[in-house]
C-alpha cells in the first residue's frame, strides 16, 4: 500500500497529491519525471554509482562468503569456532560505531569518495552473515558427492567450482539479495564517505527533502519511484530463493 502511495503520487499532477480527502481518479503525468530531470539531473548519475557499488559489493561479498561458508562446513578446530563467533560478535556493532575510527583510515589510504571504498564496507557489512547463509547450505550437501570428485582426479578447486557450489546456488542468490537490497538503499557510509564522484541515490533524495527552495513533492515521489521500481523487480524475481535462504538450516533431516 504505501508502495503504491509513492507510485501513484508520483504522476499526480504536483498540487493533488496531498488533497484530502485523496483522490483517487485523476489524469496521469509525467510532470513529475521531466522536473525531476530538469531540476536534479544529478540523480541519474547517482544511480549509475549505486548500481556500480551494489554489483561490486554483491559480487564480492558472494564470493567471499561462499568460500568462508565452504571451510566453516567441511573442516572444524577451535580457531575456525572463535573466528566464527568473531565474525558475529562484529556484525552486531551498530554501524555508526565502526564508521567514526574508519574515516580518518580511509582518509589516509587515499580512498575517500570513491566507490572501492562503499564496495569495501557494504561487503565487509554483511561478509559474516552470507557466511552462515552459505554454510547452512553447503552442510546440507553430502560429502559422499566431493570424495567422489577427488576419487575421479578433481582438485579442491576443481570439486568446490563443479560440485559445491552449483549445488548451492540458491544460498549464494539469496545472499546476493540480501547485499544488494542493502547496498541499493544504503545512507550512512555514502554519506560520511562521499562527497561528489560517489554519491548515491539516496543521498541526492535526501538533498531533494531538505532543499532550501523548499521540497518539490513531486519531484521527490518521482525519484523514489525510480529508485524503487528496480529493487522491487529484482526482488519479485528472486523471493523464492530468498525464503529458502532464510530458512536454511532450520530443518535437519
Same mark, same amino acid.
Given at each position: 500500500?504505501?508502495?503504491?502511495?509513492?507510485?501513484?503520487?508520483?504522476v499526480?499532477?504536483?498540487?493533488?497529491?496531498?488533497?484530502?480527502?485523496?483522490?483517487?481518479?485523476?489524469?496521469?503525468?509525467? !510532470?513529475?519525471?521531466v522536473?525531476l530531470y530538469?531540476?536534479?539531473?544529478?540523480?541519474?548519475?547517482?544511480?549509475r554509482?549505486?548500481?556500480?557499488?551494489?554489483?561490486?559489493?554483491?559480487?564480492?561479498?558472494?564470493?567471499?562468503?561462499?568460500?568462508?561458508?565452504?571451510?566453516?562446513?567441511r573442516?572444524?578446530?577451535?580457531?575456525?569456532?572463535?573466528?566464527?563467533?568473531?565474525?558475529?560478535?562484529?556484525?552486531?556493532?551498530?554501524?555508526?560505531?565502526?564508521t567514526l575510527?574508519?574515516?580518518?583510515?580511509?582518509n589516509m589510504?587515499?580512498l575517500?569518495?570513491?566507490?572501492l571504498l562503499?564496495?569495501l564496507?557494504?561487503?565487509t557489512?554483511?561478509?559474516?552473515l552470507?557466511?552462515?547463509?552459505?554454510?547452512?547450505f553447503i552442510?546440507?550437501?553430502?560429502r559422499?558427492m566431493?570424495?567422489?570428485?577427488?576419487?575421479?582426479?578433481?582438485?579442491?578447486?576443481?570439486?568446490?567450482v563443479?560440485?559445491?557450489?552449483?549445488?548451492?546456488a540458491?544460498g549464494?542468490?539469496?545472499?546476493?539479495?540480501?547485499?544488494?537490497?542493502?547496498?541499493?538503499?544504503?545512507?550512512?557510509? !555514502?554519506?560520511i564517505?562521499?562527497?561528489?564522484? !560517489?554519491?548515491?541515490?539516496?543521498?541526492?533524495?535526501s538533498?531533494?527533502?531538505?532543499?532550501?527552495?523548499?521540497?518539490?513533492?513531486?519531484?521527490?515521489?518521482?525519484?523514489?519511484?525510480?529508485?524503487?521500481?528496480?529493487?522491487?523487480?529484482?526482488v519479485l524475481?528472486?523471493?523464492?530463493?530468498?525464503?529458502?535462504?532464510l530458512t !536454511?538450516?532450520?530443518?535437519?533431516?
Amino acid at each position: 500500500f504505501p508502495i503504491g502511495l509513492v507510485v501513484m503520487a508520483s504522476v499526480k499532477p504536483a498540487v493533488t497529491i496531498f488533497e484530502v480527502p485523496p483522490r483517487l481518479t485523476f489524469h496521469p503525468t509525467l !510532470a513529475n519525471y521531466v522536473e525531476l530531470y530538469r531540476r536534479w539531473p544529478e540523480f541519474f548519475g547517482t544511480l549509475r554509482n549505486s548500481l556500480l557499488i551494489t554489483l561490486g559489493a554483491t559480487g564480492l561479498t558472494v564470493i567471499v562468503s561462499s568460500a568462508a561458508g565452504y571451510v566453516y562446513s567441511r573442516f572444524r578446530s577451535r580457531a575456525l569456532t572463535a573466528s566464527a563467533f568473531f565474525m558475529v560478535g562484529i556484525r552486531m556493532f551498530p554501524p555508526i560505531v565502526i564508521t567514526l575510527p574508519l574515516f580518518p583510515a580511509a582518509n589516509m589510504l587515499g580512498l575517500m569518495d570513491t566507490h572501492l571504498l562503499l564496495i569495501l564496507l557494504y561487503a565487509t557489512f554483511f561478509v559474516s552473515l552470507c557466511t552462515w547463509v552459505m554454510r547452512a547450505f553447503i552442510d546440507q550437501i553430502p560429502r559422499e558427492m566431493e570424495e567422489a570428485a577427488s576419487v575421479d582426479g578433481a582438485s579442491l578447486t576443481q570439486t568446490l567450482v563443479r560440485v559445491t557450489l552449483p549445488l548451492a546456488a540458491p544460498g549464494m542468490i539469496a545472499s546476493a539479495v540480501f547485499v544488494f537490497v542493502f547496498s541499493w538503499n544504503e545512507f550512512l557510509f !555514502a554519506f560520511i564517505f562521499t562527497t561528489t564522484r !560517489a554519491k548515491t541515490a539516496p543521498l541526492i533524495l535526501s538533498e531533494m527533502l531538505g532543499a532550501v527552495t523548499g521540497v518539490d513533492w513531486g519531484a521527490v515521489f518521482a525519484a523514489a519511484t525510480i529508485q524503487l521500481v528496480p529493487i522491487l523487480i529484482f526482488v519479485l524475481l528472486v523471493q523464492r530463493h530468498l525464503i529458502i535462504g532464510l530458512t !536454511a538450516g532450520s530443518i535437519k533431516e
